[in-house]
């Protein structure tokens, strides 16, 4: 047995037999594989961590270069957006931070703000030049004093979506809690009142209508990346 998992590992490098041998589960059974699957997907967010270059840039764009329409994505048609009522709004803030306190859009909007024109991709196959501007999620962890040695920084939306990213990428510059698209605020499609722009990753991890943030060490995952979407999903 131990003599043929090596065999295989060297002439097939790591198939999924060898996978399975290696880690003693008989792939027959769907739960097994699945194991193994999550196993290495959750093996490539580490390679991929590793790999992340916090001072490299997203590559940015002109004015002229910004897609009109920009295309409208969720789990549900654009007319489902969550309304949230911008006075009565605050950001909740919770985990391993000093400052619970909510913040308000003025909160918010009284950090410093950059602009960016960035690239969303989409994994189901298009992507759009947009314009956002907002707050470095960087400046905004200071004031709540988060604890940055923490693993994640978690967002939880007001349609029930949710996901996650590592404290490397929540410290890079060209991470933004975003207020404005283009000129104008946020319009409720593209996440009213506030919305994670994070151009290192994919779209899907860019939440809209954030209602909390929170730091942790516990893996938090998403509502995409608990359906199988690679966790880290990144440059
Ligand atoms: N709250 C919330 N955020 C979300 C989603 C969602 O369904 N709900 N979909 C994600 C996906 S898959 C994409 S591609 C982008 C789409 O953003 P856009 O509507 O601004 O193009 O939002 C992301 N953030
Ligand atoms: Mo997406």
Redo the contacts with the bound molecule.
């Keep these: 047995m131990e003599n043929i998992s090596r065999r295989l590992f060297f002439r097939q490098g790591l198939s999924l037999g060898a996978l399975a041998m290696l880690s003693g589960c008989n792939l027959q059974d769907d739960t097994a594989v699945d194991k193994v699957l999550w196993a290495m997907s959750r093996w490539n967010d580490r390679v991929q961590a590793l790999l992340f270059d916090r001072n490299r840039l997203a590559p940015t764009y002109r004015p002229e270069d910004i897609t009109d329409p920009?295309?409208?994505?969720?789990?549900?048609p654009e007319d489902s957006a969550p309304e949230i009522d911008l006075l009565e709004y605050r950001l909740q803030v919770s985990g391993l931070v000093d400052k619970k306190t909510p913040w308000s859009l003025d909160d918010l909007r009284r950090l410093p703000q950059v602009s960016q024109i960035t690239q969303?991709i989409?994994?189901?196959g298009w992507s759009?030049i947009?314009e956002w501007r907002g707050a470095p999620l960087s400046v905004f962890l200071q004031h709540v004093g988060a604890d940055m040695t923490a693993k994640y920084v978690g967002f939880k939306?007001?349609?029930r979506?949710y996901?996650s990213i590592d404290m490397p990428t929540a410290l890079h510059p060209q991470t933004i809690l975003a207020l404005d698209f283009g000129k104008d605020p946020l319009p409720l499609?593209?996440?009213s009142p506030m919305?994670l722009r994070v151009p290192t990753k994919l779209?899907?991890k860019?939440?809209?209508?954030i209602v909390e943030v929170f730091v942790t060490n516990d893996y938090p995952g998403g509502?995409?990346e608990d359906q199988g979407y690679n966790w880290f999903s990144g440059l």
């Design positions: 920009f295309p409208f994505n969720a789990f549900y969303h989409c994994i189901e759009a947009g939306c007001a349609d979506y996901s499609k593209y996440g919305k779209g899907f860019n939440p809209k209508h509502y995409w």
